[in-house]
């Protein structure tokens, strides 16, 4: 399999889950201001949405949408229990969260990501993301992580989008929870291998 992806950003779900499920894979990093790949390839002619993360399989089929390659990847390897099985009322859960963090969480992020965005437009981006965050926070009194005791995929997803804070100067000092979630799961090795690859690849842009 091949993962097309750019260093850090939400491409970095599918990575941790690949790390986690112990599964071989590829990655190719993407230029997103060109839509080139690091071998000089148009990512436009492979994926015509022109976003990562795309997964290439190894039968030649590509699966767009972080949510649904993250489930993918746990499906392909359930001793892993990165997701519940398929059919239970825990599997909706799972995919519940991966929908809020997708659409809620995720998203919220996009304007910051913008060249110079006004102090007002700041302001009330923060706002919303921190409505967001505060759900997440009540929902960690519950377990370690989102599904309880068990990690899961929706987990990865959170992680890679609450990571983007720093960057992007937004205190989450009032999440006590959410910080503590956060530090957790960046010490799993499965994290740090994937994120120590992901710097490797932006410090030297070569294929991994």
């Known amino acids: 399999m091949k993962l097309y992806f750019s260093p850090f950003a939400c491409s970095l779900s599918p990575h941790i889950a690949l790390q986690e499920a112990g599964l071989p894979y590829e990655l190719v990093r993407v230029d997103m201001k060109s839509k080139t790949t ?5 990512f436009l002619a492979i994926n015509p949405k022109g976003y990562v993360p795309a997964l290439l ?4 089929q590509l699966l767009t949408e972080g949510p649904a390659i993250v489930q993918y990847i746990a499906d392909l390897n359930p001793a892993a229990a990165l997701a519940p099985s398929q059919g239970t009322f825990a599997r909706y859960r799972l995919q519940e969260w991966l929908n809020f963090i997708s659409t809620e969480l995720h998203k919220q992020f996009s304007p910051l990501f913008t060249p110079n965005p006004s ?17 997440l926070e009540q929902a960690l009194q519950d377990g370690p992580y989102l599904l309880g005791a068990q990690f899961s995929v929706a987990d990865g997803y959170a992680f890679t989008v609450l990571n983007w804070a720093r960057s992007v100067r937004l205190d989450l000092g009032q999440f006590p929870a959410v910080l503590a979630y956060r530090a957790r799961i960046a010490e799993r090795p499965a994290v740090k291998a994937a994120l120590a690859r992901e710097l490797m690849q932006r410090s030297n842009g070569k294929k991994g």
């Open 57 to 60: 399989l190894d039968d030649g």
């Open 38 to 42: 690091e071998d000089g390839d148009d």
């Open 119 to 135: 102090p007002e437009l700041k302001a009330s981006t923060h706002a919303k993301i921190k409505a967001r965050v505060a759900l």
